[in-house]
């Protein structure tokens, strides 16, 4: 399944995003997947941030953005969302979307997820 990630943007610290990662094509159910949001910052590893399943009911958030992100899916829309609250500059990345009918999403780890979309950059300026 091929993935679009957007909604990245430049935000003043205390700001608020919301990524979206939707399916390429309309053909693709993101239904069955597990769905992940991975950052990576230039000479860093990318990173696991937020983790859903494929029913929603399983999510992971990496320390750093607990409490402060939400991860949901709406698969009427075949959209995973990731709302961003509170922004902090060590937030400013860029975003990816991947997706996976069988990574585990108690933890979220890149190497789990077979298939991604294109980044989506977040500027956090403080």
């Known amino acids: 399944v091929q993935l679009q990630a957007s909604g990245g943007g430049l935000v003043q610290a205390g700001g608020s995003l919301r990524l979206s990662c939707a399916a390429l094509?309309?053909?693709?159910?993101?239904?069955?997947?597990?769905i992940g949001w991975f950052r990576q910052v230039p000479g860093k590893e990318r990173e696991g941030v937020s983790c859903?399943?494929?029913?929603?009911?399983?999510?992971f958030y990496a320390d750093s953005v607990k409490g402060r992100f939400t991860i949901s899916r709406d698969n009427a829309k075949n959209t995973v969302y990731l709302q961003m609250n509170s922004l902090k500059a060590e937030d400013t990345a860029v975003y990816y979307c991947?997706?996976?009918?069988?990574?585990?999403?108690?933890?979220?780890?890149?190497?789990?997820?077979?298939?991604w979309g294109q980044g989506t950059l977040v500027t956090v300026s403080s």
């Open positions: 991947a997706a996976d009918l069988s990574a585990q999403t108690t933890i979220c780890r890149p190497w789990d997820f077979g298939s």
């Open positions: 094509a309309s053909r693709f159910s993101l239904d069955y997947y597990a």
């Open positions: 859903i399943s494929s029913s929603g009911g399983v999510t």
